[in-house]
């Protein structure tokens, strides 16, 4: 087992490493989400991961008749993750994805609402304490916010970006994720900022 205090890998990495399809779709995701390399991926990867399993074997008691309560534990934290709407079910969870793990991350959140002009921008802001979460400054882009807590994310108070003449501080306004249908709307599609 090793000594319980020591950090373990949280992700896996892929099985296959050499398959460009995975791999171009990869770097997509990882620009598109501003993440510093593939690993924070893997990590949002191996969370969903965990949760699906879990709803997989949880589904399986509930066909045979069970209904064990670590299903309603399940459900309670991906709802309070807001991963889950109010009226999801374990069926709910297999259908979620990734970039519904990696749109609840706070360097995701502080650019959606506005505090930043770039995803990059947002984890810099973040990692050099800038931001604030129902009061307490969190520097861990990757924290995952609570339902809830999505209005409470601030500039510190302490922080300089605080002040309202600071030439990095942008006006917040917040910023809508704009999926295409076609690649021929991405071309006429503006940003929304």
Known sequence: MGYPGKNRKTYSRPKTPWQ???IAEEVETVKAFGLRNKRELWKAQA???KYREASRNLLA???YGQRPKEADEVLDRLKR???LKEGGDLD???SLRVPDILERRLQTQVYRQGLAHTMRQARQFITHGHIQVSGRRVTVPSYLVR???EMTIRYYIASPMSKEGHPERSERTVTAAVVPATPSAVASTPEVR
Do not use: M, Y
Request: aromatic content about 0%; glycine content about 12%.
């Open 47 to 49: 969370v969903l991961r």
């Open 61 to 63: 008691h509930v066909a």
């Open 20 to 22: 460009a399809d995975r």
């Open 81 to 83: 993750l807001g991963l």
């Open 147 to 149: 339902r809830g807590e």
């Open 92 to 94: 709910a969870i297999l």
